[in-house]
């Protein structure tokens, strides 16, 4: 007896190792288009993923193939095992998902319309107890015999969670969860987020970066179909880059600021930022490794008569990263 209950406690932890999600070679074409381009990501039992991209890089392709909506042109995609091309029902059966615009129904309470959701899963956990468990999760007790579209913003944005949650699917997906709420409700509901995390697989798109910052343990950042970063969040800018790299506020003509930096020895890059101060002009100068190059950028000032109106050390905050990122891809 000694023997088999050890076995089915190392099944169990083999088991808690397993990944919810397996995305291995993901291509999606549409026609000459290439939305997705060789995506391969693995997320943990247990892990919240921020994933991230501009606007047209791929991120919902990926994510409409992996909650079941999209085919695949190749590679393949599993959810707790689970192929969701082979067996879509069985693949979503393990989903909770929550779109942008919560998928409610204003004409019903909040109880009629989860007991309507309880039935259109197929869900088999007793029905009181659960949804009494699911409306505890997301604090929505109170409000469950008023009609949805008497609910603030935030509520509404809790029923669309409490949707999502039927079921107790392993993995959870919200898209743009915060949008349109204040910042008392946007702290609300991250605060759920890691709530949430405690129990279930957890991936957020978002394009709100300090959101990501908050909540997620690893970020994924797409761009033009590509992963560019798969970092742990607060290894993310070492990911990125090693080397130095300082904003210059310069008062001279642009194209020769810009083009007497590039040239200066130790400049890996030097970019044109959109902020100006009257006539000077913002550079971002990002030094090669081990190299530091003030005095070299003072000493090219002072003979060309630029006057320094500012220089600051460009740290390693989200934005910065997402920017680089991007711009390192085009």
């Not at 501009?54 to 909506?69: C, D, E, F, H, V």
């Not at 060309?304 to 600051?312: F, R, T």
């Not at 460009?314 to 390192?328: H, M, N, P, W, Y």
Request: hydrophobic share 40%; proline share 5%.
């Amino acid at each position: 007896m000694k023997d088999k209950g050890k076995k089915e406690q190392s099944a169990q932890q083999r088991s808690d190792k397993t990944p919810v999600i397996v995305i291995e070679h993901l291509v999606k074409r549409y026609g000459p288009l290439t939305a997705l381009d060789d995506v391969s990501i693995e997320v943990g039992r247990g892990e919240i993923v921020g994933l991230l991209g501009p606007n047209g890089a791929g991120k919902s392709t990926a994510m409409n193939i992996l909650t079941g909506y999209l085919s695949a042109s190749g590679g393949r995609v599993l959810v707790d095992g689970v192929d969701v091309l082979l067996s879509p029902i069985e693949a979503k059966r393990k989903i909770g998902y929550l779109p942008e615009q919560p998928p409610v129904y204003p004409d019903m309470t909040v109880d009629e319309y989860l007991a309507f959701v309880y039935q259109l899963k197929g869900c088999t956990l007793p029905r009181e107890q659960h949804l009494d468990d699911v409306c505890k999760a997301v604090r929505i007790t109170e409000v469950r015999s008023r009609l949805i579209r008497n609910l603030s913003k935030g509520y509404r944005q809790r029923v669309g969670m409490a949707q999502a949650l039927i079921g107790d699917p392993p993995l959870l997906i919200f898209d743009e969860p915060t949008v349109g709420l204040d910042p008392k409700q946007i702290i609300e509901v991250r605060n759920l987020l890691r709530t949430l995390g405690r129990r279930h697989t957890v991936i957020l798109s978002t394009h709100i970066l300090s959101e990501v910052q908050a909540v997620c343990e690893r970020i994924v950042v797409i761009d033009r179909g590509r992963v560019v970063a798969n970092e742990r969040t607060e290894d993310l800018g070492r990911a990125v880059s090693e080397h130095a790299a300082y904003r210059y506020r310069i008062l001279g003509p642009e194209r020769e600021v810009v083009s007497e930096l590039r040239a200066r020895h130790g400049v890996a890059r030097a970019e044109l930022l959109p902020e100006r101060e009257g006539d000077a002009v913002t550079v971002l100068v990002e030094c090669e490794r081990g190299v530091d190059v003030r005095r070299a950028v003072f000493s090219l000032c002072a003979s060309k008569g630029w006057p320094i109106l500012g220089l600051s050390p460009v740290g390693a905050d989200l934005e910065d990263i997402f920017l680089r990122l991007v711009s390192q891809e085009k």
